[in-house]
């Protein structure tokens, strides 16, 4: 079946620590996106992808990177400079970037939380 | 700036007591309005799409209506396993030219009990 793969679905990282989040599709869509949700807040967006080697910032970049290597794969590093990374961060992706006809089809979710 | 609230909070139903979730928006042009399903520790889940005041969808025991300010998911007779969180999300058309990217609202944590 097609889908979002995210992993791990939880991480715990270290003061000053690096670490990176994975996020795989089969789905052959264009456009992927990574999402942070924080308990009583809508999503947040954090970058987005509309194709290979292309990836804009989203409303709350700071202290996150990302890479678009293959279309399949879209990465998220939560680098030392982001101060409180403690939430759920989702990967979604549709058919090419802002297309929902049949909205956006997410992760399971990474659960990142500060040690 | 554009903006989406959901109500309430959280629901307490009885299994079979129908009711209705509220999402207001305000944004300077609207594409289209989305609901989404979310289980615990999982991603959301999509539901239904809305383009225009007046429309409405369904599916089960949802029914999703669209006005010019507000949408509601209406729940009828509802079961333990329609327990969640219900996300709306709206479009916002981008006048720069740029993505027109969703907008999430809070959500609202539906409680259902036999």
Redesign the interface.
């Given at each position: 079946d097609g889908g979002?793969t995210?992993s791990p679905k939880y991480l715990f990282r270290k003061e000053g620590q690096n670490v990176t989040l994975s996020c795989e599709q089969n789905l052959n869509h264009d456009a992927m996106y990574w999402?942070r949700q924080d308990p009583?807040?809508?999503?947040?967006?954090i970058y987005?992808s509309?194709i290979v080697n292309d990836f804009?910032k989203?409303d709350i970049a700071e202290g996150y990177s990302v890479s678009r290597e293959k279309k399949e794969s879209f990465p998220l590093t939560v680098t030392s400079a982001q101060k409180n990374p403690t939430a759920f961060y989702?990967c979604?992706s549709s058919p090419y970037?802002?297309e929902?006809?049949?909205?956006?089809?997410?992760?399971?979710?990474t659960?990142l939380t500060v040690v | 700036e554009d903006q989406v609230t959901q109500s309430p909070e959280a629901l307490r139903l009885q299994e079979g007591e129908s009711s209705s979730l509220n999402c207001s928006y305000t944004v300077s042009g609207l594409r289209g309005l989305f609901w989404y399903r979310q289980d615990p520790g999982k991603g959301p889940e999509f539901l239904f799409t809305l383009y225009s005041a007046g429309e409405e969808k369904e599916k089960e025991r949802l029914k999703a209506t669209l006005t010019k300010k507000e949408s509601f998911l209406h729940i009828t007779a509802p079961k333990p396993e329609d327990s969640a969180t219900y996300l709306c999300a709206v479009q916002a058309l981008s006048f720069s030219g740029g993505y027109n990217k969703l907008i999430f609202g809070a959500g609202t944590r539906l409680a259902v009990h036999p």
């Amino acid at each position: 079946d097609g889908g979002i793969t995210q992993s791990p679905k939880y991480l715990f990282r270290k003061e000053g620590q690096n670490v990176t989040l994975s996020c795989e599709q089969n789905l052959n869509h264009d456009a992927m996106y990574w999402y942070r949700q924080d308990p009583g807040q809508g999503l947040r967006l954090i970058y987005y992808s509309q194709i290979v080697n292309d990836f804009q910032k989203g409303d709350i970049a700071e202290g996150y990177s990302v890479s678009r290597e293959k279309k399949e794969s879209f990465p998220l590093t939560v680098t030392s400079a982001q101060k409180n990374p403690t939430a759920f961060y989702l990967c979604a992706s549709s058919p090419y970037l802002g297309e929902s006809n049949y909205g956006y089809t997410f992760g399971s979710g990474t659960r990142l939380t500060v040690v | 700036e554009d903006q989406v609230t959901q109500s309430p909070e959280a629901l307490r139903l009885q299994e079979g007591e129908s009711s209705s979730l509220n999402c207001s928006y305000t944004v300077s042009g609207l594409r289209g309005l989305f609901w989404y399903r979310q289980d615990p520790g999982k991603g959301p889940e999509f539901l239904f799409t809305l383009y225009s005041a007046g429309e409405e969808k369904e599916k089960e025991r949802l029914k999703a209506t669209l006005t010019k300010k507000e949408s509601f998911l209406h729940i009828t007779a509802p079961k333990p396993e329609d327990s969640a969180t219900y996300l709306c999300a709206v479009q916002a058309l981008s006048f720069s030219g740029g993505y027109n990217k969703l907008i999430f609202g809070a959500g609202t944590r539906l409680a259902v009990h036999p």
